[in-house]
Every structure is written in C-alpha cells, then in structure tokens.
C-alpha cells in the first residue's frame, strides 16, 4: 500500500510546453513537499505546501487538501528540467514522512 | 554553510563486513535523518534524530545503527553488511524537531555496493 502515488511515472515532452505532474495521497497531512532529483542523484527542495498554491519562477505548485491531490506545473519547459520530482507528505498522526516513487521527466531540445 | 554533508559518495563492500556512513549538518538542525533509495520505490526511513541524544527507528531500522551524540552529527553503521543493503543512502535535516514541518535538506548521497 502506498500512502503517496504519482503520475505519470515517465514523462517526455518538447522544450516549450507546460507540464503536469500530479501526486495523490492517502493520509490526513499537515505538509506537502515537491522535491526535485537531478541526474546526479542530488535531492533538492522545491516547495512545501499545506493549503493553496506557489510559484517560483517557471514552477507552479498547488494542493487540494479536501480532494488529497497536488500538481506541480512548469510552464515553458526547458532541457535543464530534466529530473525526477517527488512527492511527499507529513502526516497529521505521528512523526510519519511518505515519499512517492517520483516521476522522471526528460525534456527534449 | 556547507549545508548537509555525507562521505564516501561511493563505497564497496564485502558480504560481511562493518562500514560507518558520516553525515553533518552545519545548519543546527535539530531533525535528521537517513534514508534509503532503491530502483523503483520511494525514499524509504531507515532512522532519525530530533535532537542530541534521541534516536529512533524507521521503516526499516535492521542492520544499521545510528547514534547522535552531537546536534551536528548523525553517523549510520552497517553492523554486518549484505546484499541487500546495496543502495543509495541520503542523510536529510530540517530546522524542526519533526520530519517535514519545514524545508528538507538533503546530503549528495552515498552510493553502496555489497558483493
């Protein structure tokens, strides 16, 4: 059972388009999280989110706590967006911090 | 700051054999912790630390150890190192005393063999 599913799992797309990657959840959460792997294998924070939206730069982070989903946008993508983004969440009961398998996303010149 | 800090970024061992995987944070983070990362799944807890002292188990504590005598120190040993423990290992801090109440902090990874 997994507490946190993503989609998609891969995702290609031409440099230019707007991206969607969306992160379902289980558990009543008190935080959100989108981070960001880089093919080198470093994990970097992107947001942390408990209710509404975020934006920085060309990323776009939202969350409906009501439906247990978020998305992470990026508008005008570029090759350098090329990386896995993983979604997590901090759960209300408990010192409990769940991870999605990430989705990879390579984007093509 | 340096940020979150781990050596060796590579390591090989043998079926049997103890190793410590050093990670430092200079942030004076009270929570850390230490994850695995196998193809295919997500990050996985192995054990944390809310603070100088106080340690306790993940989701999958067995075979490794940890102590955390230090706020800015949390090592992890394989007692007895197998197989199944080649991965990839990250060690994580944030401010708080519990795991992600604020921004995450990851080290660079420790990629580990076990033949």
């Known amino acids: 059972k997994n507490e946190v599913e993503q989609s998609p799992q891969n995702l290609t797309a031409q440099e230019g388009e707007f991206i969607t990657i969306n992160c379902s959840y289980s558990?009543?959460?008190?935080?959100l999280h989108w981070l960001q792997q880089h093919p080198g294998g470093g994990i970097v924070s992107l947001f942390m989110?408990?209710?509404g939206k975020k934006k920085h730069g060309r990323l776009i982070a939202t969350i409906n706590i009501q439906e247990k989903h978020s998305s992470l946008h990026i508008t005008a993508s570029h090759p350098r967006d090329s990386a896995v983004y993983i979604c997590?969440?901090?759960?209300?009961?408990?010192?409990?911090?769940?991870f999605g398998t990430g989705t990879s996303l390579t984007v093509i010149p | 700051n340096a940020g979150v800090t781990q050596t060796p970024k590579f390591q090989v061992l043998k079926t049997g054999q103890s190793m410590t995987l050093q990670c430092a944070q200079d942030?004076?983070?009270?929570?850390m912790s230490w994850y695995r990362q196998d193809p295919g799944m997500g990050l996985r807890l192995i054990h944390y630390?809310?603070?100088?002292?106080?340690?306790d188990q993940g989701e999958v504590p067995n075979g490794y150890n940890v102590s955390r005598s230090t706020t800015e120190d949390f090592p992890l040993r394989l007692l007895s190192a197998a197989p199944s423990q080649t991965s990839v290992y990250f060690c994580?801090?944030?401010?708080?005393?519990?795991?992600?109440?604020?921004?995450?902090?990851f080290g660079p990874g420790t990629r580990l063999t076990v033949l």
């Open positions: 997590a969440v901090r759960s209300w009961d408990g010192n409990q911090f769940y």
């Open positions: 558990v009543g959460i008190s935080a």
């Open positions: 989110l408990s209710s």
């Open positions: 942030m004076n983070h009270e929570y």
């Open positions: 630390s809310v603070g100088a002292g106080i340690t």
């Open positions: 994580a801090s944030n401010k708080g005393a519990l795991a992600g109440t604020d921004t995450q902090y």
